[in-house]
C-alpha cells in the first residue's frame, strides 16, 4: 500500500496494490497490519457503510460532534470528488479542506480520520461508496455544515445547478455556526 500526503497531514490517500491481468483484477481492500504500519495510526472500525447514488447527488458535509468517526472511504464503482474538512477545536488547519477524486478505476481510498466534516458529490452516472467507520452512528450527535458555504470555498467539480441534496443537507447550517468537535486526544 503507498500513502500519499494530502494538504493536511492527517488526511491520508491510500493506494492500495492492484493485481490485474486479462482475466480481471485483484486487491487487498482492507489489512489492519498493513493500514496500521504504512499509515502510523492504530485505529478499530466497528461499522460499514455502503450507499449508491447517481450523478450530481452531493451528500455532506456531515460529521459528530461529540462521538467523531474517522473514515476510511473508496468508491467501488463509478467516480466521486470527496471531501474532508477540519472541524476540530483548537485544530492548526480548523476550516481547511481537502479534495480528492476516488473511483473504482484508480482504486484509491482516502483516510478521514475523527473530527473532520465529510462530504462527497458523484461525477459518473452511477457511483457505489463504501467506508469503515470507527464509532457508530448517532444521530442526535450528528451535524452539518453547508456544503456551498463561502468561507469554505470548496471546490465542487460539477455546476450547482446539477447538484441533488437531501432536505436535510439543504439545511446545513453555515460554517461560523459550526458546531466544532471537541478537542480530541492524538488520532
Known sequence: MKVVATAIPEVLILEPRVFADERGFFMESWNQQAFDQATGVATRFVQDNHSRSRRGVLRGLHYQRTKPQGKLVRATAGAVFDVAVDVRHG???????????????????????????????????????????????????????????????????LPQRLLQLSAKDQQGCAWEHADLCEPLNAT
Open 91 to 157: 485544530s492548526p488547519t480548523l476550516g481547511r479542506w481537502v479534495g480528492v477524486e476516488l473511483s473504482a478505476e484508480n482504486a484509491r481510498q482516502l483516510w478521514i480520520p475523527p473530527g473532520f466534516a465529510h462530504g462527497f458529490v458523484v461525477l459518473t452516472e452511477t457511483a457505489d461508496f463504501q467506508y469503515k467507520a470507527t464509532d457508530y452512528y448517532a444521530p442526535h450527535d450528528e451535524r452539518c455544515i453547508a456544503w456551498n458555504d463561502s468561507s469554505l470555498a470548496i471546490e465542487w467539480p
